[in-house]
């Protein structure tokens, strides 16, 4: 009996990554990811062109360095931690085929009640009226699981029926066994919450771990076919 192909994934429960999918994942977010957009109002919202992938997390979960691992480069995240950028929502083209959609980070003890009012806002609408969101990584700090200021999140996700994924992250602090556990925990947790997803990712940005599975992932989402290339007709002779 032959060995099924595939890459074994950290994803919770195990499951086996498509190689040819892990190689198209590879392939998508080795290419630039450029800043197109920067919402702090809900009226400052691009339109959808691509199919969107939207990070969330409380602050200082580690999404800068999940996000820097995953597109292999500084400057996106660099860019969402720019002063007067960090309180809105981010939009970053990757390569035309998929929109990278970096959300604020909350739970920040100093926000004060009128700015968690607004972001709330602008949080609302977007996850309420983008069609193109097509998932949302939560990112959750493995040491600690789920906590309650991830629940308001958790919550507006379920009311808009916008599917998101748990993602661990520094899983490099943990043992196999307590990952095992908190896994688990997180999966009886969200097995009541409508819109997420059943499989948990398990990610390290500073081991690395975890960074091909969820390249592949967020690869199923992107427009497959090359962007056209727009050649000048060349001019007629009058
Ligand atoms: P953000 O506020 O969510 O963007 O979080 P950052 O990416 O800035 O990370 C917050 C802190 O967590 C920093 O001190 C990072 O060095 C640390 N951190 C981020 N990722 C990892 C990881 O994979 N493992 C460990 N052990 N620490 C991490």
């Known amino acids: ?12 429960p195990p499951r086996l990554v498509d190689p040819e999918l892990a190689e198209v994942g590879r392939r998508l977010f080795a290419r630039e990811a450029r800043f197109v957009a920067g919402a702090p109002t809900a009226s400052a919202l691009p339109c959808d062109t691509l199919p969107e992938i939207a990070f969330a997390g409380r602050s200082n979960v580690g999404k800068s360095s999940l996000v820097n691992a995953l597109t292999g480069r500084r400057t996106l995240a660099r860019t969402s931690n720019t002063p007067g ?7 970053f083209d990757l390569d035309a085929r998929l929109m990278l959609v970096d959300l ?83 999966r009886g947790a969200i097995a009541t919450q409508p819109a997420a997803h059943p499989e948990i990712h398990l990610t390290s940005a500073l081991k690395r771990r975890g960074i091909v599975a969820l390249r592949s992932t967020l690869a199923s989402f992107a427009v497959l076919t090359a962007p056209p290339t727009i050649v000048a007709a060349p001019a007629r002779p009058r």
């Not at 920040?108 to 996850?127: H, Q």
């Not at 600690?144 to 748990?166: N, R, T």
């Open 1 to 12: 009996m032959t060995a099924p192909a595939g890459i074994p994934a950290e994803i919770f």
């Open 85 to 91: 950028r960090t309180r809105q929502i981010n939009f």
């Open 104 to 186: 604020p980070g909350y739970g920040y003890a100093e926000a004060s009640k009128t700015e968690i009012k607004r972001w709330t806002a602008l949080l609302r609408r977007y996850l309420q009226t983008r069609a193109a969101l097509r998932r949302v990584c939560l990112l959750i700090d493995s040491r600690h699981g789920i906590k309650e200021v991830d629940y308001p999140l958790m919550h507006m996700l379920d009311d808009a029926g916008v599917s998101y994924q748990i993602v661990l992250t520094k899983t490099d602090e943990l043992g196999a066994g307590e990952l095992a556990l908190i896994a688990e925990r997180i």
